[in-house]
Structure formats: structure tokens, C-alpha cells
């Protein structure tokens, strides 16, 4: 098999929603310790290229799922990250297996529900996490949980099967560090890749 393409079946992936320096560096290592391929032309704070042209590198690697970074660095109005991830995301040849929504301090912002979320501690929960990674509290209304950061809102308008929720990604106060391995991030992809079904390297 020389290329997904070459499969005539759409190009599966997982969006990241979060691609400055330690969060790309997390990324690509997660992804080479699962068997999965990365986009690291997409890592960026904000993403450095359009949806286009990271549909284009899509068809080029050699097996998927493939994780794709998209970054907003900090904005509130739909800026760079979204607009990519929205492009890539509604394009016929690809097929979202899910996104793991990273939370961030920016204000003004939905938010996006979110299936589960994954703690500072590498919990699967059910409730809302902050920028650390930790469990935010409950308010009345909430039934399930939400993440707020600065590239989410945009999943709430097109089509993302299991969305999983986590803090800033290689950081969380040292929980996430790349020295460990990312872990809560690894959780988060590997979450999504058992939900789809899909196996991978453990």
C-alpha cells in the first residue's frame, strides 16, 4: 500500500486543538509511540498553513489515522486553527475520527461538550477540565462536560464523532510533561482510537 489514497477510502484523522512548540513535540512523539502518522507542518501557535494545504499533505502519508494540529494562539473570534480544522474537516476525502479539545484562558468563548474528559491525573470523566487539567466544578446545568479554549468552538459546527477533553497539552503543572511521555494526551488519543475501534501500538 504506497499511499492512503491509494486505498480509495477517505483519509482518517484526530484533530488536536493545540500546536505551539511543546504541544507539536508531544504530538509527533505520541503519534510515533501509537504507529500513527503525524502532520507536523500543521504544528504551529497559530497554524502556520490553511486547510488546503493540509488536506494536500494528508494524501501523501503512507497509512493512517494521521493527528493534525490546529491553534488560534489565544483568540476568541475564529482565527487561523479554526479555519483550517474547518476546511479539513468538511472535506469529502477525509473522515474526523475524533478531536481532542484542549482548554485554554480565553474568555469570551462557547466552549464545545465534550464525550469525556481526561484529568491531570489520567482519569476518564465525566466533568469539565480547566487549563491544568483539572476537574472544574459543576454547575447545576451541566449534564456533561464542556472545554473552553481558544480553537473548540469551531467543532460545534461541523462533524466530530468523539470529542475528548484535556489541559494544555504538555504542561498541566508537570502532569503532561514530554519527560513522562505526555501521558494525559496520549490517554486522550488513545480514548478516540478505542471508541472508534481502531487498534494501535500499546
Known amino acids: 500500500m504506497d499511499k492512503v489514497t491509494a486505498l480509495n477510502k477517505k483519509i482518517r484523522v484526530i484533530l488536536v486543538t493545540d500546536g505551539d512548540k511543546v504541544a507539536q513535540q508531544a504530538v509527533e512523539n505520541i503519534g510515533s509511540s501509537l504507529g500513527l502518522r503525524c502532520i507536523s507542518a500543521s ?5 502556520p498553513i490553511g486547510g488546503k494545504k493540509i488536506v494536500e499533505l494528508l494524501k501523501t502519508v ?6 493534525v494540529m490546529f491553534d488560534d494562539k489565544g483568540r476568541e473570534e475564529k482565527a487561523e486553527g479554526e479555519r483550517a ?8 476525502d477525509i473522515e474526523v475520527l475524533g478531536a481532542v ?5 480565553t474568555h469570551c468563548i462557547h466552549g464545545v461538550h465534550a464525550d469525556a474528559c481526561i484529568d491531570c ?3 476518564v470523566i465525566d466533568s469539565s477540565v480547566d487549563k491544568k487539567g483539572e476537574i472544574k466544578k459543576k454547575n447545576a446545568c451541566d449534564c456533561e462536560p464542556v472545554i ?5 468552538d469551531v467543532l460545534n459546527d461541523v462533524e466530530v464523532p468523539v470529542i475528548i477533553g484535556v489541559g494544555d497539552i ?3 503543572d508537570k502532569h503532561d510533561d ?3 511521555g505526555a501521558p494525559i494526551t496520549r490517554k486522550a488519543i488513545e480514548e478516540i482510537l478505542e471508541r472508534s475501534g481502531i487498534d494501535y501500538v500499546r
Open 43 to 47: 504544528g504551529g501557535n497559530p497554524t
Open 62 to 67: 503512507p497509512r493512517d489515522p494521521v493527528l
Open 85 to 92: 480544522l474547518e476546511y479539513v474537516a468538511n472535506h469529502p
Open 101 to 105: 479539545a484542549v482548554a485554554s484562558n
Open 121 to 123: 491525573q489520567g482519569h
Open 148 to 152: 473552553t479554549g481558544d480553537t473548540v
Open 170 to 172: 504538555g504542561k498541566m
Open 178 to 180: 514530554l519527560s513522562r
